[in-house]
C-alpha cells in the first residue's frame, strides 16, 4: 500500500470511528446498558467479518499461524471491547467531539510512547519536542472545547 492510500485508509477509519461511536451511544441509551450495547457492536461486527470472508473479499491466512501469535497479542479484541463500552458510557455526558478530542489525545500519548520505546514489536521512533508539543497543542484544544459549551 502506498503512503497516500495508507493515510486515505487512516483517515477513513477515523471517520468510521466517529459514526460508530455515535451509533454505539445510540444503541446503549436505548438498550440502557454499554455493555449490551458494545455485545450487539461486536456480534454485528462479527458477522460482517464472517460475511466478507465467506464471499472472499479478504483472504484468511492459514489458521496454524494462530499458535505463533504472541499472546498478550490476542488481547486486541478485549481492548476494543472495553474501549467501544468506555466510549458508549462517555459520549451521551462529553459528547461526541469532547469524547473524540480526549481519546485522540490519549492514543497519542501512548502512542509516542509505544513509539519512542520500540514496545510491542513496534519499530522504534524516537519522540523530538515537536511530537510532544503536538500532543500538548491538542490537550489545550480539548480544555477549550470543554469551556465551549
Avoid: K
Avoid at 471517520?15 to 446503549?28: D, P
Avoid at 459528547?95 to 478530542?101: I, K, V
Amino acid at each position: 500500500m502506498n503512503p497516500l492510500s495508507a493515510v486515505l485508509c487512516a483517515f477513513s477509519a477515523g471517520s468510521l470511528l466517529s459514526l460508530g461511536g455515535a451509533a454505539n451511544a445510540r444503541l446503549g441509551g436505548t438498550l440502557r446498558s454499554a455493555v449490551a450495547a458494545a455485545t450487539v457492536n461486536f456480534l454485528v461486527g462479527a458477522a460482517a467479518l464472517g460475511l466478507l470472508l465467506g464471499l472472499g473479499g479478504f483472504r484468511a491466512g492459514p489458521i496454524e499461524r494462530l499458535a505463533a501469535v504472541p499472546p498478550w497479542a490476542l488481547g486486541g479484541g478485549m481492548l476494543g471491547a472495553l474501549y467501544v463500552t468506555l466510549s458508549t458510557l462517555v459520549i451521551p455526558r462529553l459528547g461526541l467531539t469532547a469524547t473524540t478530542m480526549t481519546v485522540v489525545c490519549s492514543q497519542l500519548v501512548g502512542s509516542l510512547l509505544i513509539d519512542h520505546w520500540g514496545w510491542l514489536g513496534v519499530p522504534q521512533q524516537p519522540n523530538g519536542p515537536a511530537r510532544w508539543l503536538a500532543v500538548l497543542l491538542l490537550l489545550v484544544a480539548v480544555a477549550l472545547r470543554r469551556r465551549d459549551g
